[in-house]
C-alpha cells in the first residue's frame, strides 16, 4: 500500500476541518483579502513614502545630530548643557506661559464667539464663517508685520488712545509679551473657532428642547446640555492652538522684539549665530518628545479621536 500524507485543517478556534465546499470557500476568502489587503498597501504606497521622505527621516536625522557633539562623535553634551543650564529652562518655561496664555484667551474670546454663529441660519453663519477665515488667506508675515505697524509708539492704536483721551503719552504695546499675545491670538484665533463651531452645529436640538420642556431655564440648558455636547470641539481647538504656539517663531521674533524668547527661536539662533546643528537638533527633540507628552496626557483623559472628530453626541 502506498503510504498518503493526510493534512488535518483547522479553523480560527482550533477545530479540525475537514476538506470540503466550506473549506475551499474559507481558503478562498482568505486569499482573496490576502490579495485585497496587498492592493490597498500599493495604493496607499505613494503616500506611505511621501510620509516616509518629509516626516519619518528628518525626524530621525533630528534625533541622530543631537547625539553628535561638537568634535564630531557621539556625545550626550547638548542634553547635558540643557541640564546644566538655566537659560534654556527659562525658555522652555516661557514658551509654555505664552502658549498657555495664547489658548487661554482664545478660549475666552472663541467659544462666545463660535456660540453666536452656531445660532444663526445657515445662510447668514455661513457668511459670518468668511470673516474667521479671510486670515488664512493672508501670509502670517504680513499679518504680523501689520500688527507690528498698529502697536507700535506712532502706530494707529496709540494716536486714536491719546486723541480719545484714553492716555496721554504713547503706551509701549509692542516689542514685549503683550503684543506678542495680540499677533498670536490673532492668529491662533480660527484654529479654535472651527472645532469649536462645528462641534456646536453637530449638537442635536432635540436634546435642547427636551430639557426646556422638562423645565429646565435657558441658563441651565446651556449649562447642563449644551455646554458638555460642544466640549469635544473645544478640547480639540485647546490642542490645536497650544501645540501650534509651541512651535511658533515668526510673531514672537517680530512682535517680542528679542524680549520674549521662545523654543523656536532658540532654535534658530543655535544654528544662524553658532553653526550649533547638535544644540539645536536636542531642543527640538525634547519639543517633540513635551509635545507628544501632551497629547498623551490629553488621550488619558479624554478620547482623541473623539475629540478630534468634533462630535457633538
Known sequence: MTAMNHVTYVNSSGTPMARGPALDN???LKRDGAKERLGLLGLCSPALLLVLVIMIIPVAWLFW????GEDGGFSLENYQRMIDSTSYLQIFKITFEVSALTTLICVLAGYPLAYFLSQLPNRAANLCMIAVLVPFWTSLLVRTYAWLVLLQRTGLINTWGIELGLWHEPITIVHNLTGTLIGMVHIMLPFLILPVYGSMRAINGDYLKAAANLGAGPILVFWKVFFPLSLPGLF???????ILCLGFYVTPAILGGGRVVMVSMSIAS???LFVNWGASSALGVVLLILTLLILYLAS???RLDRVFGGHGQ
Open 26 to 28: 474559507a481558503l478562498e
Open 236 to 242: 480639540a481647538g485647546i490642542l490645536i492652538v497650544f
Open 270 to 272: 543655535n544654528i544662524e
Open 65 to 68: 545630530l543631537s547625539f553628535i
Open 300 to 302: 488619558r483623559v479624554v
